[in-house]
């Protein structure tokens, strides 16, 4: 059922994946540089998060195993500069798919109120001016915030993902064969 329903979206043409579809092909196409930019800063922010998951290990060994109290400090350094390289960016990516963001807005914008500026004297009179003033906010933000969260979602957190699996791998590679290979078939 879920299937003939995923089937059906696809198909129909004002339907979820053709909105996708046409958002991307008219916003993303024209600012692919700047969503590269935002690509690239969400896997510097996996790749810490992977590498800190990585020596996570390594910090306890050397607290409780080792018991070096240099190593401990070296470790909590490395960890400190992976944190600030996370966070700066963290923070350049939000400012670039801000940035991308207002263009989408500004362009969304003026497009509504040169058609608004078409429209005849009858129009506005069956209107109450809130209405305009919602419709201008609110849709010209709405393909902003699909494409801000469809790009989130498949960068930062795919990206991600990727980095935690390749250190599990790492770590463990049986554990690992065990969790990828034979749990998800396990499942079903």
């Not at 960890?79 to 963290?90: D, E, K, P, Y």
């Not at 209107?127 to 989130?152: C, Y």
């Amino acid at each position: 059922m879920l299937e003939s329903k995923l089937q059906q979206s696809r198909t129909v043409p004002g339907g979820a994946f053709g909105l996708v579809r046409r958002l991307l092909t008219e916003y993303g196409t024209a600012r692919w540089k700047g969503y590269a930019v935002a690509f690239g800063l969400m896997g510097v922010a996996a790749a810490c998060t992977g590498l800190y998951a990585y020596l996570a290990g390594d910090i306890v060994n050397q607290a409780y195993v080792k018991r070096d109290l240099t190593g401990v400090v070296v470790a909590g350094v490395l960890a400190l500069l992976m944190f600030t390289l996370r966070g700066a960016a963290i923070y350049g990516q939000s400012v670039m798919l801000s940035r991308i963001g207002n263009s989408i807005v500004a362009e969304n914008q003026r497009r509504l109120f040169s058609k608004l500026l078409q429209q005849n004297l009858g129009f506005f009179a069956d209107h109450h001016s809130s209405e305009f003033i919602a419709r201008l906010t609110t849709g010209a933000a709405a393909a902003t915030q699909v494409l801000a969260l469809l790009i989130t979602a498949v960068g930062r957190d795919f990206f991600t993902l990727l980095a935690l699996v390749i250190v599990m791998v790492m770590q463990d590679p049986v554990m690992s064969l065990f969790a990828l290979a034979i749990a998800p078939p396990a499942v079903f």
